[in-house]
């Protein structure tokens, strides 16, 4: 039974949507846990890049909470263009390697200073029996494997993933450490920062995607990964076609030698597609030194999509989401790229969670939805205009209304109607 489009788009959005969920639900449950001890030092506020202009205090008034707010949201979004602007230029003069050292560096400073924080906090919110060296060698241990994760290639995916959510947990949970305010402003400021970034002709983001597209190499930058798997009806018998599975389900493409063994496997594709077989020939040069299978997209109207002089296509129904890349003639293996998103669309979902948390629950099921409705109309837009779209605004924007709504409109009515015991 083959494979439809649709349950294509719906293993590709959840890939995507769970660590999401997995994201904002740690978040909120961090910030119920730890609520009540960060209550008692909310009135010593550490000035951040965040609110470097204003520091809220609960005596001012409604417009000088506003505008010191908006005037901390606009530094930290010029801020954030300058250093985007940098990142540009230092990867436009192939400083590749300053560049993943900074990350590695950065990626340690976050697990080791704010996960640390967090740690000592929950250690100290539940009285855990632990002492400071032992809690220190779980903390470096915790920090090393986690860089290594994020930026070696030797490690199983599912470590990356796992711990690209651990660091955007780590982020959102002091985030909502800001004042109200502040961190509304800065919510809807990042997400028109990240409309102008991505889509404008002269936005940071979008000359550095187009500069990695253009010398086909890796966003600089720390990107959560969704690799799509291959359902049973585009299974390959056998190792020989260079088609690897590896455990965490992500799809690998190989380059093989055409030495005369190879040459037999694809003698007998080519006899299976006579037959309607998934398997289709190219047609390419037969002696090129290596055969690429790569993944075809079910919307490059027939056409298949090899990496190399010659090679075998895998004629799958697959979603337009799906980012398929090959790249020909290597040795060494070639993967099948799925929806990227970046780090900070973790953070700043789980920021808007976290704060209606602050609140009460009903507010963080409406945000939640909202999010999520949002992140899922973005990945339609995806598969429409297959190309690198911003994941901020639609989200923040339902999340932000969905909020309001529900804390000054729904909030008092269903609880109103539930003390007065009334049915609707």
């Known amino acids: 039974m083959e494979s439809s489009i649709l349950a294509s788009i719906g293993c590709e959005i959840v890939g995507v949507m769970s660590p999401v969920s997995i ?13 009540s001890s960060s209550s008692s030092s909310a009135a010593t506020q550490i000035r951040t890049a965040a609110n470097l202009v204003y520091l809220e205090d609960a005596s001012d008034s409604v417009s000088q909470k506003l505008e010191g707010a908006l005037l901390n949201a606009l530094v930290f979004v010029l801020l954030i263009t300058l250093l985007t602007f940098l990142l540009v ?3 436009y003069f192939r400083f590749t390697s300053f560049l993943k050292n900074y990350m590695r560096f950065s990626a340690f400073f976050v697990f080791a200073s704010m996960g640390g924080s967090i740690f000592l906090s929950l250690i ?3 009285s855990i029996p632990i002492d400071s060296l032992t809690s220190f060698l779980l903390l470096f241990n915790f920090s090393v494997v986690g860089v290594l994760s994020l930026f070696s290639a030797g490690f199983p995916i599912i470590w990356r993933q796992s711990y690209m959510v651990s660091l955007g947990i780590f982020v959102a949970t002091w985030f909502t450490r800001l004042p109200e305010w502040t961190t509304w402003s800065l919510l809807v400021a990042l997400a028109l920062y990240d409309l102008v970034a991505v889509l404008a002709p002269g936005g940071p983001l979008k000359l550095l995607v187009e500069l990695a597209s253009s010398r086909d190499e890796e966003l600089p930058a720390l ?31 190989q380059a093989m030698p055409r030495d005369s063994a190879s040459r037999e496997n694809l003698a007998a594709v080519d006899e299976e597609d006579d037959e309607g077989s998934p398997l289709v020939g190219n047609g390419g040069d037969p002696s090129s030194e290596y055969s690429t299978v790569v993944a075809r997209s079910s919307d490059e109207n027939g056409e298949n999509a090899s990496g190399g002089g010659g090679g075998v296509a895998v004629d799958e129904e697959m979603s337009p989401l799906v980012e398929v890349m090959g ?3 290597e040795r060494e293996a070639t993967s099948s790229r799925g929806i990227k998103l970046g780090l900070g669309d973790f953070i700043f979902y789980s ?3 976290g704060r209606a948390a602050m609140y009460d629950l009903m507010t963080v099921y409406a945000c939640y939805l909202a999010i999520i409705s949002g992140l899922g109309c973005t990945l339609i837009l995806l598969s429409v205009y297959r190309r690198a ?7 923040i924007a339902l999340g932000v209304v969905f909020y309001f709504l ?3 409109l729904m909030e008092p009515f269903v609880v109103g109607t539930a003390t007065n015991l009334l049915m609707f």
């Open 89 to 91: 230029l230092l990867y």
């Open 351 to 353: 920021v808007l969670v």
């Open 389 to 395: 779209l911003p994941a901020l605004p639609i989200s």
């Open 124 to 126: 100290l919110h539940f």
């Open 223 to 253: 990107v959560y990964e969704a690799r799509p798997t291959v359902p049973r009806e585009a299974e390959i018998r056998g190792p020989p076609l260079g088609l690897l599975v590896s455990d965490s389900g992500n799809v690998e493409l």
């Open 406 to 408: 529900t804390r000054l």
């Open 23 to 35: 994201c904002m639900l740690l978040v909120v449950l961090l910030v119920y846990s730890l609520s």
């Open 327 to 329: 790249m020909g003639n």
